[in-house]
């Protein structure tokens, strides 16, 4: 039940990662190296799709797709975040925690869908190699994105009406360095049970069954390569492709999990997987991905020479 008299909560206070000055400046190198060294990576796998021309496999398409939300979730939290590890009080605004809320679940959500868009271009490309560029052809790859991009959005507004509709009177401190459901709903000045069960069916759920149904897809894919193929180079970049979107898989779902699968309390491990869930993985996924793709590695070194190295010359 909402109070008659109360006075509206403005902004929030973020307690950060740390209190301590010496532990945020050596936070703040560590971040804004990896974030400055990973980040032009992920931009570069990027434009190597995009200006390659062999690398006009569907396969490429969606991973430049994935590296363009990774890059674009990171930089939800991570911005600010190195921003208030020079600021005394950490401050963000009403509207400001809303907007951040809403699009670190759209891009988050948007990207387990097309995690899923992922797995079914392997299914086709191993199961149905013969059909694959008619199954796997440009104007369904942009309809699944689509897709991925609507479900994210719709996701992420019921996300957001439920947390508008609660009143906030104090106290304003989230124990956190960004604004997420999992903090704001524990300081509604109400029963929130209801909007946490939603929440956590709407994120937690989902989360763990499309986790399940990866894995089991991934599973089976790579058994069938197992079983029904030899040895050859076909088969090895196949199974090195499966495993690299394994290792993606894992990483974007498990902190999901951890976070949302799970009544809102507060946990001393709750800052740490955040921190690897909204700024070290989302980086990182598109880098593991290439590092096992031989035509991404060759493409990208052609793309340095010719563009950057020729200049210099």
């Known amino acids: 039940m909402e109070p008659a008299n109360y006075t509206r909560v403005t902004e929030f206070i973020l307690t950060g990662l740390s209190q301590t000055r010496e ?53 939800i939290t991570a911005p600010k975040m190195l921003v208030d590890f020079f600021v005394e009080r950490k401050i963000i605004s009403f509207g400001g925690c809303i907007a951040q809320l809403f699009f670190l679940h759209f891009v988050g959500a948007s990207e387990m869908f097309l995690l899923t868009v992922m797995a079914f271009d392997r299914y086709a490309a191993i199961c149905r190699p013969l059909h694959y560029a008619t199954i796997m052809n440009r104007r369904l790859c942009c309809i699944l994105v689509a897709l991925s991009w609507t479900g994210g959005f719709i996701h992420s507004i019921i996300q957001v009406a439920l947390i508008v509709r609660l009143p906030f009177c104090g106290p304003n401190e989230l124990d956190s360095y960004f604004c997420d459901i999992t903090q704001v709903v524990r300081i509604a000045c109400a029963n929130t049970f209801p909007e946490e069960l939603v929440m956590i069916f709407s994120s937690g759920l989902i989360s763990v069954v499309c986790f399940i149904a990866l894995l089991m897809s991934y599973a089976f894919l790579l058994a069938m390569l197992k079983k029904h193929s030899g040895s050859g180079e076909s088969t090895n970049r196949a199974m090195s492709t499966c495993y690299s979107h394994i290792t993606i898989v894992v990483l974007m779902f498990g902190p999901s999990i951890y976070i949302y699968a799970r009544p809102f309390d507060s946990f001393s491990l709750d800052k740490v997987v955040s921190v690897f869930h909204t700024v070290i993985f989302p980086l990182l996924n598109p880098i593991i991905y290439t590092l096992r793709n031989k035509e991404v590695k060759t493409a990208m070194k052609k793309l340095v020479n010719r563009y950057i190295l020729c200049k210099e010359k």
Do not use: E, K
């Not at 400046?25 to 990973?38: E, G, N, Q, T």
């Not at 434009?47 to 569907?58: G, Q, V």
């Not at 396969?59 to 990171?74: P, R, T």
């Open 23 to 75: 532990v945020q400046l050596v936070l703040f190198v560590v971040f804004l190296s990896f974030y400055l060294f990973i980040l032009p990576g992920n931009v570069l796998i990027i434009c190597t799709i995009r200006l390659d021309p062999h690398l006009t496999s569907p396969m490429y398409f969606l991973l430049a797709n994935l590296a363009f939300l990774d890059i674009w979730y990171s930089s």
